[in-house]
């Protein structure tokens, strides 16, 4: 028996409840799907089922994802309702093609070969046109066993249910003993467990398949090339992990990191850009600007950024282009004022300059000097005119004197 397990299957359990099947009879095949559930090796990686109830609508109770222990699928299968009226067989086969045996709801990929196997019971005569819905179902891999009750129609069967028919097709006069044929599912779907027997070579997971067996890996792991062995899965490859910035790779998992300039947030998956320029963060001299989680220096005004750029020096408010004096420029801490040269005097405008009349530059001490200094030069003036008009009248007296004694000489 340990070695005698189903082998794991995608099973779809597809039932009827149209009205044709009383209250009480629809509460037996409820105890025939927990009695084949109780012979299924019900797992995530081994069997997994999905239930779906049918009448003139389909309701899928659920898909093959939900439950991977017997005792929840049991309590959901406790819950379900009859929906009545109408037996749309085709429509429930085609609802579980497009709805169920999707890898989103919980089929596995082509590449396990896990069978896909759909169980019908129905006590009635399809409403809609089932023969091509179930080729099509069974052309795309999915293995049909049609189970009839009461008045069930024989040929319906047969043409919704996989080949050979005699393996495919079960009937029963009642729902009263529909149970007994969980020992006929159970036989069939019983398959020597090649990974029970021991005799495997998969380095974590040995998965039954019929006869055979395939390997898999523990979550966070990958099946290598040689099918065998096992690898650590790179949790921070793109497209693994759910970090907003860095990704760090942790065992089998992963946490969360942040570029710098960031911190985490407390969903420890997102960044928020830190305030860089908080008291103690950075080392600017003076100014501080927060960019995109870092930071630049800058100056107050007056000032200009050092090469280091964090500290400043003080600007020369006098230095060419930084001032609008026309004249001179009087530097004065971190501003400065504007004068004008000798000879100038600053106009209302404290920039530009007038040349100053002469009155105005002169003090009244220095008038007095300039005063002091016209008398004696008009003193002196007058001296030497008084000496040279005394020098002409010697000069000419001189003149005529010598020329009188000239003419004594003569005589």
Do not use: W
């Amino acid at each position: 028996d340990t070695a005698c397990k189903n082998q794991p299957l995608d099973l779809v359990f597809i039932i009827d409840s149209s009205r044709s099947v009383r209250p009480e009879e629809f509460e037996k095949v409820k105890i025939f799907l927990s009695k084949m559930i109780d012979t299924l090796d019900v797992g995530e990686r081994t069997t997994r089922v999905a239930v779906m109830n049918y009448a003139s609508t389909v309701k899928v109770e659920f898909p093959l994802r939900t439950y991977f222990d017997k005792a929840s699928m049991k309590e959901a299968v406790s819950h379900i309702e009859p929906l009545s009226a109408g037996t749309m067989t085709g429509l429930a086969i085609q609802t579980a093609m497009d709805e169920v045996f999707t890898e989103e709801m919980g089929t596995r990929p082509a590449t396990f070969n896990i069978p896909k196997v759909v169980i019908v019971v129905t006590d009635g005569r399809p409403q809609d046109q089932v023969q091509d819905v179930a080729a099509s179902a069974r052309t795309a891999g999915i293995e049909i066993y049609a189970v009839g009750v009461d008045r069930a129609d024989i040929q319906s069967l047969r043409i919704m249910a996989s080949e050979p028919l005699d393996e495919h097709v079960f009937y029963v006069e009642t729902y009263g003993v529909i149970e007994k044929l969980t020992s006929k599912f159970r036989e069939t779907f019983c398959a020597v467990n090649v990974c029970a027997l021991g005799t495997h070579d998969c380095e974590q997971v040995c998965v039954s398949n019929g006869r055979s067996y395939l390997c898999d890996c523990y979550e966070g792991y990958t099946l290598n090339p040689d099918k065998r062995t096992c690898s650590a899965v790179d949790m921070c490859t793109p497209g693994r992990h759910e970090c907003d910035q860095i990704c760090v790779s942790n065992n089998r998992s992963y946490v969360c990191e942040c570029y710098e300039g960031y911190t985490l947030n407390p969903d420890k998956k997102t960044c928020s850009a830190m305030d860089m320029c908080a008291p103690g963060r950075h080392d600017c001299a003076q100014v501080c600007r927060s960019k995109d989680g870092s930071y630049s220096c800058d100056c107050s005004e007056g000032y200009t950024l050092n090469p280091d750029k964090k500290t400043c020096s003080a600007v020369d408010m006098c230095a060419p282009g930084r001032h609008d004096c026309e004249q001179l420029c009087v530097r004065d801490d971190l501003f400065y004022t504007c004068d004008c040269y000798q000879g100038y005097t600053l106009n209302p405008d404290k920039k530009t300059c007038s040349r100053a009349l002469a009155s105005s530059l002169v003090t009244t001490e220095e008038s007095c000097k300039c005063e002091a200094i016209a008398a004696l030069q008009d003193s002196v003036t007058s001296r030497l005119e008084a000496l040279s008009t005394k020098y002409i009248l010697f000069h000419e007296v001189s003149e005529k004197l010598q020329a009188y004694q000239g003419r004594q000489q003569v005589v």
